[in-house]
């Protein structure tokens, strides 16, 4: 899809619905997934609330909200393309030419399986996308912390999930009218393109909680002035009440929630911020996916 249709898109509604979500792989029901939703209005987002969702229930919660324009999710779409070649082999099919295929295999696999599979690989390649984002996102194969191998397994079962008549899953699926695009984001990256502090925020020891809270208000300051830089001036105004800023202070998920649905935001506003997913070759792009972030930002001229 152009970005010149995406831009007609955008002007048919004065308001349209955003949200982001920050997804974990963890067993626990529900886990520590959380989904922020707000309005894209005259220049405006304003985040109306965020939640705990976990990651059995956020397709079901995407597909309550009305009139959805776009969700960015903080999680891996796909697989990197050399592991797929593996994984191809191991299932005796042929080597696979869209994504589509690969999200079927996922659904009927087993977890232990899956993992299994992943392990046995004995790499951790990344993407290409993984490798150009301004942040060098990390494998969807780790396995370290975060597990990496669990959050994609459980992405890719929700995004096989998805109502087609409602959604379509960037860059692989085409357009569905009046449905809601579905892209992968990376709230870190968000973090470096705007220009903001990216680390610093996240822990478990509960000594550094001060500490933390102190990076996520700078953070979310920093997020809600970025508009007023030359270079980002074309940036949405973020709007939070006060329960809602609370939470994202309070909440490392809570904040990159804030972060994916801004991210979403910024690519429904404009997509290219984001940049061509198809620059780097196409067969490669539909395979591993894209990781939509605004790399292209203070290059866009309007």
């Known amino acids: 899809m152009g970005f010149d249709k995406l831009n007609l898109m955008r002007t048919q509604s004065s308001e349209r619905k955003v949200a982001g979500a920050d997804c974990s792989g963890s067993k626990e029901v ?70 589509q295929d690969v999200a079927e295999k996922i659904v009927f696999m087993p977890f232990e399986k899956f993992q299994d599979l992943a392990k046995e690989f004995k790499r951790e390649p990344k993407r290409l996308t993984d490798k150009q984002s301004c942040a060098s996102a990390i494998s969807p194969l780790h396995r370290g912390n975060p597990s990496m191998i669990q959050m994609t397994y459980h992405c890719m079962r929700v995004l096989a999930s998805l109502d087609p008549k409602k959604f379509y899953v960037l860059p692989f699926q085409d357009e569905v009218e009046k449905g809601a695009a579905v892209i992968e984001v990376y709230p870190r990256a968000t973090l470096k393109c705007l220009g903001l502090p990216d680390t610093g925020y996240k822990s ?70 984001c940049g061509d997913p198809f620059e780097f070759g196409q067969a490669e792009v539909l395979l591993e996916g894209w990781i939509y972030e605004p790399s292209a930002l203070a290059a866009v001229k309007t």
């Open 30 to 99: 529900p886990n520590d997934t959380w989904l922020a939703v707000g309005t894209l209005s005259a220049g405006k987002l304003e985040v109306t609330h965020i939640h705990k969702v976990g990651m059995h229930a956020l397709g079901k919660e995407l597909n309550a909200i009305a009139d959805l324009a776009v969700a960015g999710l903080d999680c891996p779409f796909s697989l990197p393309a050399e592991f797929l070649q593996s994984f191809a082999n191991y299932l005796n099919v042929p080597e696979f030419q869209n994504w």
């Open 204 to 273: 478990r020891d509960k000594k550094e909680i001060s500490k933390m809270q102190s990076a996520r208000h700078k953070i979310l300051h920093g997020l809600q002035s970025v508009h007023t830089q030359s270079a980002y001036k074309n940036c949405p105004v973020l709007v939070l009440g006060n329960k809602v800023e609370h939470q994202v202070v309070d909440s490392d998920h809570a904040l990159d929630a804030l972060l994916a649905c801004y991210a979403a935001a910024l690519w429904l506003d404009n997509p290219k911020t």
